[in-house]
Protein backbone atom coordinates (compact mmCIF):
# COMPACT_ATOMS: atom_id res chain seq x y z
CA UNK A 1 0.00 0.00 0.00
CA UNK A 2 2.98 2.41 0.53
CA UNK A 3 4.38 1.71 -2.60
CA UNK A 4 1.29 2.49 -4.53
CA UNK A 5 1.19 5.97 -2.36
CA UNK A 6 4.20 6.87 -3.36
CA UNK A 7 3.84 6.03 -6.67
CA UNK A 8 0.90 8.01 -6.97
CA UNK A 9 2.48 11.00 -5.05
CA UNK A 10 5.41 10.53 -8.27
CA UNK A 11 2.17 10.97 -10.87
CA UNK A 12 0.94 13.98 -9.18
CA UNK A 13 4.37 15.65 -9.04
CA UNK A 14 4.88 14.87 -12.68
CA UNK A 15 1.32 16.00 -14.17
CA UNK A 16 1.57 19.14 -11.68
CA UNK A 17 5.13 20.17 -13.33
CA UNK A 18 3.93 19.36 -16.81
CA UNK A 19 0.84 21.70 -15.96
CA UNK A 20 2.92 24.27 -14.53
CA UNK A 21 5.70 24.15 -17.55
CA UNK A 22 3.03 24.71 -19.50
CA UNK A 23 1.09 27.89 -18.00
CA UNK A 24 4.99 29.25 -17.72
CA UNK A 25 5.09 29.17 -21.87
CA UNK A 26 1.87 30.06 -22.51
CA UNK A 27 2.08 33.31 -20.33
CA UNK A 28 5.58 33.82 -21.15
CA UNK A 29 5.80 37.23 -22.56
CA UNK A 30 8.08 38.33 -25.12
CA UNK A 31 8.56 40.43 -28.60
CA UNK A 32 6.12 38.57 -31.31
CA UNK A 33 8.12 39.79 -34.88
CA UNK A 34 7.23 39.31 -37.96
CA UNK A 35 9.99 39.31 -40.77
CA UNK A 36 9.34 40.15 -44.41
CA UNK A 37 12.44 39.91 -46.82
CA UNK A 38 11.59 43.67 -48.84
CA UNK A 39 15.20 43.51 -49.99
CA UNK A 40 15.02 40.27 -52.41
CA UNK A 41 11.14 41.09 -53.39
CA UNK A 42 10.18 44.81 -53.96
CA UNK A 43 6.69 45.16 -51.62
CA UNK A 44 4.47 48.27 -52.42
CA UNK A 45 3.41 50.36 -49.11
CA UNK A 46 -0.18 49.04 -49.82
CA UNK A 47 1.32 45.63 -49.54
CA UNK A 48 3.54 46.37 -46.16
CA UNK A 49 0.04 47.95 -45.29
CA UNK A 50 -1.72 44.95 -45.66
CA UNK A 51 0.86 42.91 -43.75
CA UNK A 52 0.51 45.38 -40.52
CA UNK A 53 -3.43 45.25 -40.63
CA UNK A 54 -2.98 41.08 -40.51
CA UNK A 55 -0.08 41.61 -37.27
CA UNK A 56 -2.54 44.57 -35.60
CA UNK A 57 -5.07 41.70 -35.92
CA UNK A 58 -2.62 38.69 -34.46
CA UNK A 59 -1.12 40.40 -31.28
CA UNK A 60 2.42 40.59 -33.33
CA UNK A 61 4.41 43.74 -31.45
CA UNK A 62 7.22 44.42 -34.14
CA UNK A 63 7.51 43.81 -38.17
CA UNK A 64 11.19 43.36 -39.19
CA UNK A 65 11.56 44.91 -42.73
CA UNK A 66 14.56 43.42 -44.27
CA UNK A 67 14.95 46.28 -47.06
CA UNK A 68 18.72 45.01 -47.43
CA UNK A 69 18.99 41.82 -48.38
CA UNK A 70 21.08 40.71 -51.10
CA UNK A 71 18.58 44.08 -52.80
CA UNK A 72 18.56 46.72 -51.43
CA UNK A 73 14.82 48.38 -51.98
CA UNK A 74 14.45 51.59 -49.72
CA UNK A 75 16.12 54.94 -51.02
CA UNK A 76 16.79 57.92 -48.94
CA UNK A 77 16.46 61.14 -50.19
CA UNK A 78 19.75 62.20 -50.01
CA UNK A 79 22.35 58.57 -50.41
CA UNK A 80 25.58 61.00 -50.28
CA UNK A 81 28.59 59.57 -48.15
CA UNK A 82 31.65 60.62 -48.67
CA UNK A 83 32.89 61.96 -51.45
CA UNK A 84 30.32 60.42 -53.41
CA UNK A 85 26.98 62.11 -54.76
CA UNK A 86 23.61 60.34 -53.76
CA UNK A 87 22.72 60.63 -57.62
CA UNK A 88 25.76 58.33 -58.25
CA UNK A 89 25.43 55.94 -55.21
CA UNK A 90 21.29 56.05 -56.14
CA UNK A 91 22.42 54.50 -59.43
CA UNK A 92 24.61 52.05 -58.32
CA UNK A 93 21.96 51.03 -56.20
CA UNK A 94 19.51 50.51 -58.96
CA UNK A 95 21.54 48.99 -61.20
CA UNK A 96 22.23 45.65 -58.60
CA UNK A 97 18.11 45.87 -57.65
CA UNK A 98 17.59 45.04 -61.64
CA UNK A 99 20.41 42.95 -61.94
CA UNK A 100 19.00 40.42 -58.76
CA UNK A 101 15.42 41.17 -59.33
CA UNK A 102 13.81 43.22 -61.68
CA UNK A 103 10.53 44.94 -60.93
CA UNK A 104 8.21 47.48 -62.48
CA UNK A 105 9.00 49.65 -59.36
CA UNK A 106 12.59 48.38 -57.49
CA UNK A 107 12.85 50.93 -54.32
CA UNK A 108 10.61 52.75 -52.09
CA UNK A 109 11.32 56.15 -51.73
CA UNK A 110 11.34 58.26 -48.14
CA UNK A 111 7.97 59.51 -48.20
CA UNK A 112 6.67 56.17 -48.48
CA UNK A 113 8.85 54.35 -45.92
CA UNK A 114 7.92 57.67 -43.41
CA UNK A 115 4.12 56.66 -44.24
CA UNK A 116 4.96 53.09 -43.70
CA UNK A 117 5.89 53.74 -39.93
CA UNK A 118 3.80 56.35 -39.57
CA UNK A 119 0.73 53.63 -39.98
CA UNK A 120 2.30 51.03 -37.97
CA UNK A 121 3.15 53.06 -34.87
CA UNK A 122 -1.03 54.19 -35.46
CA UNK A 123 -1.44 50.54 -35.12
CA UNK A 124 0.94 49.83 -32.41
CA UNK A 125 3.74 48.04 -33.86
CA UNK A 126 7.22 49.17 -34.06
CA UNK A 127 9.33 48.74 -37.03
CA UNK A 128 12.67 46.91 -37.10
CA UNK A 129 14.94 48.13 -40.02
CA UNK A 130 17.11 45.25 -41.05
CA UNK A 131 20.30 46.11 -43.70
CA UNK A 132 22.62 43.13 -44.28
CA UNK A 133 25.76 43.60 -43.72
CA UNK A 134 28.61 42.51 -44.62
CA UNK A 135 27.02 39.38 -46.40
CA UNK A 136 23.86 39.98 -48.85
CA UNK A 137 25.20 43.29 -49.63
CA UNK A 138 24.81 42.65 -53.61
CA UNK A 139 23.50 45.85 -54.30
CA UNK A 140 25.32 47.98 -52.50
CA UNK A 141 28.54 46.24 -53.88
CA UNK A 142 27.20 47.15 -57.18
CA UNK A 143 26.76 50.88 -55.95
CA UNK A 144 30.86 50.71 -54.48
CA UNK A 145 31.95 49.65 -58.08
CA UNK A 146 29.52 52.16 -59.83
CA UNK A 147 31.34 55.00 -57.56
CA UNK A 148 35.03 53.59 -58.69
CA UNK A 149 35.53 51.38 -55.41
CA UNK A 150 37.83 48.95 -56.74
CA UNK A 151 37.88 44.83 -55.55
CA UNK A 152 35.36 45.48 -52.80
CA UNK A 153 33.84 42.46 -52.81
CA UNK A 154 35.29 39.21 -50.61
CA UNK A 155 37.03 36.89 -53.09
CA UNK A 156 34.78 35.45 -55.79
CA UNK A 157 31.41 36.16 -53.80
CA UNK A 158 28.76 38.52 -55.54
CA UNK A 159 27.25 39.76 -52.49
CA UNK A 160 29.77 39.94 -49.33
CA UNK A 161 32.59 42.35 -48.51
CA UNK A 162 35.98 42.20 -47.99
CA UNK A 163 36.76 43.32 -44.87
CA UNK A 164 40.36 43.64 -45.51
CA UNK A 165 38.96 46.36 -47.69
CA UNK A 166 39.26 49.94 -45.74
CA UNK A 167 38.05 51.83 -48.97
CA UNK A 168 34.92 49.31 -49.05
CA UNK A 169 34.49 49.25 -45.48
CA UNK A 170 33.93 52.98 -45.06
CA UNK A 171 31.69 52.95 -47.54
CA UNK A 172 29.62 50.48 -45.63
CA UNK A 173 29.86 52.67 -42.31
CA UNK A 174 28.92 55.73 -43.80
CA UNK A 175 25.72 54.03 -45.92
CA UNK A 176 24.41 52.57 -42.56
CA UNK A 177 24.97 55.44 -40.84
CA UNK A 178 22.37 57.59 -43.25
CA UNK A 179 20.00 54.64 -42.77
CA UNK A 180 20.46 54.52 -38.62
CA UNK A 181 19.80 58.03 -38.50
CA UNK A 182 16.59 58.54 -40.65
CA UNK A 183 15.23 55.46 -38.66
CA UNK A 184 16.36 56.55 -34.87
CA UNK A 185 14.46 59.85 -36.14
CA UNK A 186 11.65 57.77 -36.56
CA UNK A 187 11.54 56.74 -33.37
CA UNK A 188 12.23 53.32 -34.55
CA UNK A 189 14.33 51.20 -31.31
CA UNK A 190 15.83 48.23 -33.23
CA UNK A 191 18.03 47.88 -36.28
CA UNK A 192 19.05 44.52 -37.30
CA UNK A 193 22.86 44.41 -39.43
CA UNK A 194 22.54 40.86 -40.44
CA UNK A 195 26.02 39.50 -40.09
CA UNK A 196 24.50 36.19 -41.39
CA UNK A 197 25.93 33.81 -44.30
CA UNK A 198 29.24 35.40 -45.05
CA UNK A 199 30.25 34.68 -48.00
CA UNK A 200 27.42 31.89 -48.39
CA UNK A 201 27.12 32.02 -52.38
CA UNK A 202 30.53 30.28 -52.42
CA UNK A 203 30.93 28.59 -49.38
CA UNK A 204 29.90 29.28 -45.77
CA UNK A 205 32.50 31.38 -45.11
CA UNK A 206 33.08 32.17 -41.74
CA UNK A 207 35.04 28.79 -41.34
CA UNK A 208 37.38 29.85 -44.23
CA UNK A 209 37.68 33.28 -42.32
CA UNK A 210 38.95 31.60 -39.44
CA UNK A 211 41.01 29.51 -41.26
CA UNK A 212 43.14 32.73 -42.90
CA UNK A 213 43.07 34.49 -39.39
CA UNK A 214 40.38 36.80 -40.85
CA UNK A 215 37.63 36.37 -38.39
CA UNK A 216 38.92 39.07 -36.26
CA UNK A 217 38.27 41.36 -38.24
CA UNK A 218 34.40 40.12 -38.57
CA UNK A 219 34.10 41.00 -34.67
CA UNK A 220 35.33 44.20 -35.04
CA UNK A 221 33.55 45.21 -37.82
CA UNK A 222 30.21 43.72 -36.27
CA UNK A 223 30.93 45.45 -33.13
CA UNK A 224 31.47 49.00 -34.81
CA UNK A 225 28.36 48.35 -36.26
CA UNK A 226 26.74 48.28 -33.14
CA UNK A 227 28.45 50.83 -31.79
CA UNK A 228 27.22 52.81 -34.52
CA UNK A 229 23.71 51.37 -34.11
CA UNK A 230 23.86 52.43 -29.89
CA UNK A 231 24.79 55.71 -30.95
CA UNK A 232 21.59 56.78 -32.07
CA UNK A 233 19.94 55.24 -28.91
CA UNK A 234 19.04 51.68 -31.05
CA UNK A 235 19.58 48.52 -29.71
CA UNK A 236 21.68 46.44 -32.36
CA UNK A 237 20.12 43.09 -33.53
CA UNK A 238 22.15 40.05 -35.38
CA UNK A 239 21.59 36.85 -36.47
CA UNK A 240 23.42 34.00 -34.92
CA UNK A 241 25.73 32.10 -36.88
CA UNK A 242 28.62 34.56 -36.89
CA UNK A 243 28.43 35.03 -33.67
CA UNK A 244 31.19 33.06 -31.55
CA UNK A 245 31.45 30.63 -34.95
CA UNK A 246 32.37 27.16 -34.07
CA UNK A 247 32.63 28.37 -30.20
CA UNK A 248 35.76 30.72 -31.32
CA UNK A 249 36.44 33.54 -28.29
CA UNK A 250 40.39 33.42 -29.61
CA UNK A 251 39.66 36.40 -32.16
CA UNK A 252 37.91 39.01 -29.90
CA UNK A 253 34.81 39.66 -28.27
CA UNK A 254 31.00 40.48 -29.35
CA UNK A 255 30.03 43.10 -27.74
CA UNK A 256 26.71 41.40 -25.74
CA UNK A 257 24.43 44.35 -26.14
CA UNK A 258 23.21 42.48 -29.39
CA UNK A 259 20.32 40.75 -29.35
CA UNK A 260 20.50 37.88 -31.53
CA UNK A 261 18.16 36.25 -33.96
CA UNK A 262 19.00 32.29 -33.62
CA UNK A 263 18.12 30.39 -36.45
CA UNK A 264 20.49 27.66 -36.91
CA UNK A 265 22.78 25.30 -34.88
CA UNK A 266 24.47 24.43 -38.15
CA UNK A 267 24.96 20.92 -39.86
CA UNK A 268 26.38 19.94 -42.92
CA UNK A 269 29.62 21.22 -42.09
CA UNK A 270 28.48 24.72 -40.62
CA UNK A 271 29.13 24.98 -36.98
CA UNK A 272 27.29 28.15 -35.19
CA UNK A 273 27.52 28.62 -31.26
CA UNK A 274 24.62 26.98 -29.85
CA UNK A 275 22.10 28.78 -28.16
CA UNK A 276 22.42 27.74 -24.67
CA UNK A 277 26.48 28.84 -25.01
CA UNK A 278 25.11 32.16 -26.11
CA UNK A 279 22.97 32.51 -23.66
CA UNK A 280 25.98 31.86 -20.85
CA UNK A 281 28.05 34.38 -22.65
CA UNK A 282 25.11 37.66 -21.82
CA UNK A 283 23.10 37.72 -25.10
CA UNK A 284 19.02 38.31 -25.10
CA UNK A 285 17.95 35.82 -28.10
CA UNK A 286 15.18 35.76 -30.03
CA UNK A 287 13.82 32.69 -31.04
CA UNK A 288 13.85 32.65 -34.97
CA UNK A 289 13.54 28.85 -36.19
CA UNK A 290 14.46 28.02 -39.31
CA UNK A 291 11.99 25.07 -38.93
CA UNK A 292 9.43 27.72 -39.27
CA UNK A 293 10.37 29.34 -41.88
CA UNK A 294 8.32 30.18 -45.12
CA UNK A 295 10.10 30.38 -47.98
CA UNK A 296 8.33 32.01 -51.30
CA UNK A 297 9.52 29.73 -54.14
CA UNK A 298 9.94 26.50 -52.23
CA UNK A 299 6.86 24.47 -51.38
CA UNK A 300 8.87 22.15 -49.08
CA UNK A 301 9.51 24.96 -46.63
CA UNK A 302 6.52 26.86 -46.01
CA UNK A 303 5.24 26.62 -42.43
CA UNK A 304 1.26 26.75 -42.12
CA UNK A 305 -1.19 27.04 -39.49
CA UNK A 306 -0.86 23.05 -38.52
CA UNK A 307 2.99 23.54 -38.59
CA UNK A 308 2.68 26.78 -36.32
CA UNK A 309 0.65 25.07 -33.46
CA UNK A 310 3.80 23.28 -32.50
CA UNK A 311 5.57 26.42 -32.53
CA UNK A 312 6.90 26.41 -28.69
CA UNK A 313 8.83 29.74 -28.04
CA UNK A 314 11.96 28.36 -25.32
CA UNK A 315 12.21 25.45 -27.85
CA UNK A 316 15.38 27.03 -30.29
CA UNK A 317 17.10 25.05 -32.53
CA UNK A 318 19.19 22.66 -30.68
CA UNK A 319 18.50 24.31 -27.14
CA UNK A 320 15.92 25.46 -24.36
CA UNK A 321 15.82 29.03 -23.76
CA UNK A 322 14.03 29.38 -20.58
CA UNK A 323 13.27 33.41 -20.67
CA UNK A 324 13.78 34.39 -24.48
CA UNK A 325 13.62 38.03 -25.31
CA UNK A 326 11.36 37.30 -28.66
CA UNK A 327 10.15 35.62 -31.56
CA UNK A 328 10.33 35.45 -34.98
CA UNK A 329 8.61 34.71 -37.87
CA UNK A 330 10.10 35.09 -41.31
CA UNK A 331 8.37 35.50 -44.90
CA UNK A 332 11.61 34.88 -47.44
CA UNK A 333 11.95 35.77 -51.17
CA UNK A 334 14.70 33.31 -51.98
CA UNK A 335 12.58 33.38 -55.69
CA UNK A 336 11.79 37.10 -56.08
CA UNK A 337 9.50 36.35 -59.03
CA UNK A 338 7.96 33.19 -57.80
CA UNK A 339 4.41 35.05 -56.98
CA UNK A 340 3.29 38.68 -56.41
CA UNK A 341 3.57 40.38 -53.17
CA UNK A 342 -0.17 40.56 -52.35
CA UNK A 343 -0.69 37.03 -52.69
CA UNK A 344 2.62 36.82 -50.24
CA UNK A 345 1.07 38.20 -47.84
CA UNK A 346 -2.53 36.44 -48.20
CA UNK A 347 -0.80 33.05 -47.93
CA UNK A 348 0.79 34.10 -44.78
CA UNK A 349 -2.55 35.55 -42.89
CA UNK A 350 -3.41 32.74 -41.08
CA UNK A 351 0.21 31.32 -40.04
CA UNK A 352 0.54 35.04 -38.53
CA UNK A 353 -2.73 35.39 -36.49
CA UNK A 354 -1.74 31.53 -34.84
CA UNK A 355 1.70 32.85 -34.71
CA UNK A 356 0.58 35.60 -33.06
CA UNK A 357 -0.93 32.89 -29.92
Known amino acids: MKKIRNYICI ?18 ECERIVHLDCGRKYF ?10 ICAQGNVSMIELSIGNDG ?11 SYSSE ?24 EMDEIITYAHSNNINIIPLINTPGHMDSILSSMEYC ?7 SNSVRTMDLSNKEAVDFSMALLEKYVSYFSGKRCTYFNIGADEYANDIHM ?24 VKSYNMIPMVFNDGIY ?11 SNLVICYWTNGGFGNYPCSAKQLEEYGFSLINTNSDYYWVLGNSRWQCDVEKMKRFNVTQFKGSTISQPFGAMYCIWCDDPKADSGVNVIRQNQEVILEFGK
Open 11 to 28: LLVFFLSIGCQKETVENL
Open 44 to 53: SVEEIKSLID
Open 72 to 82: LRFLLDDMSVL
Open 88 to 111: QIKAGIHLGNEEYSDFPVDELIEM
Open 148 to 154: GIQNANY
Open 205 to 228: GFGQLIKKDLYGKFTDYVNNCGKL
Open 245 to 255: YNNRTDFGTFD
